[in-house]
T-cell receptor, first 110, second 112 residues
Framework: ELKVEQNPLFLSMQEGKNYTIYCNYS?????LYWYRQDPGKSLESLFV?????AVKQEGRLMASLDTKARLSTLHITAAVHDLSATYFC??????????FGEGTQLTVNP | SAVISQKPSRDICQRGTSLTIQCQVD?????MFWYRQQPGQSLTLIAT?????????ESGFVIDKFPISRPNLTFSTLTVSNMSPEDSSIYLC?????????FGSGTQLSVL
C-alpha cells in the first residue's frame, strides 16, 4: 500500500525567509504532484514531476523529485504573505489514482 | 487544461437523505475520479468512475453508499446515500488531462 508522508505539517515563517517542505513516499511511482489549497477552496495544481531529477520552478516555489530516495521537496524562496495556504503532495499509483500526503499548513507572517 | 464544473457547490442536508453531485468536463476525458476531504483532513480517493461500466471503489467505500454514474466521457455523478453527520465533507471530482490531474471546485456537504 502506498503511503505518503509530508513534513512539517504546520509551518509558520516570516516574510522574506526560505524554507523547504518534504514529501516521502513508500513505493515506486512515475508521477508526483504538488497542489495548493486555500481555505474553503478546491485544489490548484502547482507542479507535476515526472522523472528522477526533475526540477520545476514557478515564482517563489521550486519543486524537485528524487525517485531513488522516493523524496520530493517544495522549496519556498523569500516567502510572502500570499503564499499562506495548505500544500499537498500527491503520488500516482496504478490507474492514475492519487494518494495524498497529510498536507502542510503554511502561514507567512509579516 | 480541462475545465471542470461541479454542482452543487454546497448543500445542507438532513440525516437519512441522499444528495447527488454532478461533475461536467468541457472535453472528453478517459479518467474521472471522486475524492472526499473530511474537515481538516487530506483527500481520500472514493472511486474511479469508469465510462460504460461500474465504478471501481477503494477500500472502505461501497457502491450502496456512494453510487456513481459515468454515462459518457464528459460527465459523472456521485450520490451520497442515507447521509449521516459523518458524511459532512468536501467532495471533489478529478479528471486526467494530458498527464495532469485537475480538480473541480468541490461540493461542501453538511449533514445535520
Amino acid at each position: 500500500e502506498l503511503k505518503v508522508e509530508q513534513n512539517p505539517l504546520f509551518l509558520s515563517m516570516q516574510e522574506g525567509k526560505n524554507y523547504t517542505i518534504y514529501c516521502n513516499y513508500s513505493t515506486t511511482s512515475d508521477r508526483l504532484y504538488w497542489y495548493r489549497q486555500d481555505p474553503g477552496k478546491s485544489l490548484e495544481s502547482l507542479f507535476v514531476l515526472l522523472s528522477n531529477g526533475a526540477v520545476k520552478q514557478e515564482g517563489r516555489l521550486m519543486a524537485s523529485l528524487d525517485t531513488k530516495a522516493r523524496l520530493s521537496t517544495l522549496h519556498i524562496t523569500a516567502a510572502v504573505h500570499d503564499l499562506s495556504a495548505t500544500y499537498f503532495c500527491a503520488v500516482v499509483s496504478s490507474g492514475s489514482r492519487l494518494t495524498f500526503g497529510e498536507g502542510t499548513q503554511l502561514t507567512v507572517n509579516p | 487544461s480541462a475545465v471542470i464544473s461541479q454542482k452543487p457547490s454546497r448543500d445542507i442536508c438532513q440525516r437519512g437523505t441522499s444528495l447527488t453531485i454532478q461533475c461536467q468536463v468541457d472535453s472528453q476525458v478517459t479518467m474521472m475520479f471522486w475524492y472526499r476531504q473530511q474537515p481538516g483532513q487530506s483527500l481520500t480517493l472514493i472511486a474511479t468512475a469508469n465510462q460504460g461500466s461500474e465504478a471501481t471503489y477503494e477500500s472502505g467505500f461501497v457502491i450502496d453508499k456512494f453510487p456513481i454514474s459515468r454515462p459518457n466521457l464528459t460527465f459523472s455523478t456521485l450520490t451520497v446515500s442515507n447521509m449521516s453527520p459523518e458524511d459532512s465533507s468536501i467532495y471533489l471530482c478529478s479528471v486526467e488531462d494530458r498527464e495532469k490531474l485537475f480538480f473541480g471546485s468541490g461540493t461542501q456537504l453538511s449533514v445535520l
